[in-house]
């Protein structure tokens, strides 16, 4: 039995703590108020994670450590530089292979399938806030200062998802109501399972060929944001869908008032255009196929009906 540290206790730390508790793992589960589901084998910690020293002490001893959370979307400029340099301390205290949860705005737009070979060419602050995380952890690995890899997902599916579709569509879609969204309907767009996520941070922490480079989550053949509210609704036995695309001004308006909303103004190019990762890499290396969408979905939609059950 091992020590493996996951900071974040959202969906993705939820899940990787999970996954490694079934494999017999000693886990701890770090955020600020020491939340989180009741798993056997995890143990709760309530922890400033931007304290490297704090961090640091709670990695001692560990073979892993997993970056699963992050500050809010409005608050990325501010609150990840304090956080990536925790995390890149404790690492280095503490020898543990640090495995953190990217996402795909580094690349900016791209033109053609995403891979893991294109360049970092952010177009959006908070894209620039994403590259330079991975630059400076990169150049500590290269140092030989850590040991990292960096596991980079689309827009998330899965219970307690948050994204455009699970924010803005879905409940809407459940509740039979008209859903209004920033985005073309009919492109192309990749939909990633947050558990797939959870699956890849620990092959990617348990191989030590795979640090040192970033890795794409395994994701589903992509698919239109009208589809999936479409299929959404027949899997939960909703009323057939009804999804329209919100004006750019629209979104800008609501940008005055809603400090999300104003933050996914300079995110429009992933959604106006087709937005397809290529995940081939990470299937071939670690044999992990991804999660079905229609699965996916329905524990989206388990997750979201649950409260109300309760």
Known sequence: MSLHVVVGAGPVGTATARLLASRDEEVRLLSRSGSGPEIEGVRRVAADATDAATLARHADGAVALYSCGGPAYHQWATGWPPL???????????????????????????????????????????GEVRAKLWADALAAHEAGRIRTADVRGSDYLGAGALSLFTAMVLPKVLAGKRASVPADLDAPHSWTHVGDVARTLVAVAADERAWGRPWHVPTAPAMSLRRLAGRAAELAGAPAARVATMSPFVLRLGGLFNPIARETVEMQYQLRRSFVLDSSAATAAFGIEPTPTDEALRETIDGLRAPARA
Do not use: C
């Open 84 to 126: 990536g340099a925790a995390l890149l301390r404790a690492a280095e205290a503490s020898g543990a292979v640090l495995v953190t949860t990217g996402n795909l705005y580094a690349y900016g737009a791209v033109d053609g399938p995403i891979t893991e070979q294109l360049p970092m060419r952010p177009n959006s602050v908070k």
